[in-house]
């Protein structure tokens, strides 16, 4: 099994030595079979428009899939490259709108304000956001996570003091768990939160790439209060209120301060590596009121996590398949469209396949979730194979545009470097294959 261009997984690595020659049977079928005609016949159904259904046949789905697609061709595409190139945040009058439809309550229930609906909207919601911007879909994110971790972690004063907040868009939320030294292994976390004399906890250590940090008026941060426990055990959420940052003074919040960390694309919201001395947070911060219980009640929110931006990454993977196709239309070489060469038509039809592949997945990840369903190996899954679906997408649709690929004008640069990201973040591709290979290990024995 390809994870990547230099790296192979073996299923007998793992003794599963059954499934390793059942692989090697299926993929000389493979090869011994030839698709080229397949391969055409979708590329020049793709170049006459014809697409896919999307429909849930559901009318509610199908009218929520129409308003933010609606919504991301008319707000987002026609801005989102120029933003990424000036690396300028997103605009507040863009964040009001994308808080008007409804975007940052989506899985929020209603008597907090927010719109009450399960992760398969939530993946609808992101995917056409995404698919317009990777930044415009991951600023929901932030809402979601923090939203998830209230509502199943939270006391009673906190969700109704936050929830409603966050889904009107009042208040921006951040996560802000990863250390310089820390990103798997969150058991070695190292900042420290401790009691005050009056009750106040008090934080001190440093965190790094913090998406949003500035803008956001919520930190949902992940701190060591119990010192002498360690590991896990140790550790505790708090809900960390903070003023909103400026261009001129983006952390004016006393006891923190921060730097922008510049990336190659996933703009919009900026990366920061912060710092804490002394900086002071509400008595009534811890999330749940419990200490001890931060790793797990993140853990609670891990499966909604990598579903969601396994919704990213079909919105990236869907924007490369049409950058791609567009390219392959209207670029003439040796007296015809370009689609019409075999290899450039494998590509189009290929990316069609990985695309649908990953939504399909995605949503399965989704309806197993709003079942109620513990879904960690579909979740894996959906987020594994949808971020090399966005990645193999934005590179054959680079390829497609040849040398104007690799020019920053051409929005398909901008889709490359977006897609990297998502094969890190939410839980690498290796941490995910080791979580869904553990799991069907678990269930073998």
């Keep these: 099994l390809p994870m990547g261009q230099n790296e192979i997984f073996r299923p007998s690595d793992l003794g599963l030595d059954e499934a390793a020659a059942a692989l090697r049977d299926a993929s000389q079928a493979v090869l011994n079979t ?21 429909t849930f046949h559901d009318p509610e789905l199908d009218a929520i899939r129409d308003q933010f697609r609606r919504f991301t061709e008319a707000e987002i595409l026609p801005n989102a490259h120029k933003w990424h190139l000036a690396n300028d945040l997103i605009p507040d009058a863009t964040v009001q709108a994308m808080a008007d ?20 909207v939530m993946c609808l919601v992101t995917e056409e956001l995404s698919r317009g911007w990777i930044g415009a879909g991951s600023l929901g994110t932030r809402s979601e996570i923090a939203g ?7 006391t009673e004063g906190q969700k109704a003091h936050w929830l409603p907040r966050i889904a009107s868009g009042e208040v921006l939320p951040t996560a802000v768990f990863t250390e310089p030294d820390v990103g798997s292994d969150l058991g070695s976390l190292q900042t420290r939160a401790r009691r005050a004399d009056g009750g106040e906890w008090v934080i001190d250590g440093a965190k790094t790439w913090i998406t949003h940090a500035s803008r956001s008026d919520l930190m949902t941060l992940l701190a060591r209060t119990l010192p002498d426990q360690k590991g ?31 990336v190659l694309g996933y703009r919009g919201m900026r990366e920061y590596a912060l710092s804490f001395d002394g900086m002071h947070a509400p008595g009534d911060a811890l999330l749940g009121g419990e200490e001890g219980q931060g790793f797990k009640q993140l853990m609670r929110t891990f499966e ?4 969601q931006t396994a919704a990213r990454a079909v919105g990236v993977a869907r924007r490369a398949l049409e950058l791609g ?57 959906a987020k594994l194979l949808g971020a090399r679906a966005a990645w193999s997408n934005a590179d054959a649709a680079l390829q497609v545009h040849g040398g104007n690929g690799y020019a920053l004008e051409f929005e398909i640069s901008r889709l490359l470097c977006d897609a990297r990201i998502l094969n890190i973040f939410e839980g690498a591709g290796e941490i995910q294959a080791q979580v869904i290979a553990r799991r069907l290990l678990e269930q073998r024995n």
């Design 232 to 262: 896990y055990a140790g550790l505790s959420m708090l809900l960390v209120p903070k003023p909103r940052g400026s261009e001129s003074d983006p952390f004016p919040a006393e006891g923190m301060a921060g730097s922008e960390i510049e």
């Design 325 to 381: 196709l567009d390219y392959a239309l209207n670029r003439k070489q040796f007296g015809q469209a370009i689609i019409h060469f075999p290899r450039v038509s494998d590509k189009i039809a290929m990316s069609l396949v990985d695309l649908l592949l990953a939504r399909e997945l995605t949503y399965a990840a989704a309806r197993a979730k709003d079942s109620g369903k513990r879904c960690d190996i579909e979740a894996g899954m």
């Design 34 to 54: 030839d698709h080229a005609g397949d391969r055409k016949q979708v590329a020049m159904s793709l170049a006459e428009g014809h697409w896919p259904s999307e």
């Design 304 to 307: 909604g996590a990598r579903i």
């Design 101 to 120: 439809l409804g975007t940052f309550g989506v899985c929020i229930p209603e008597e907090f304000g927010g719109l009450g609906l399960g992760k398969l």
């Design 148 to 154: 998830e971790l209230i509502v199943l972690g939270g």
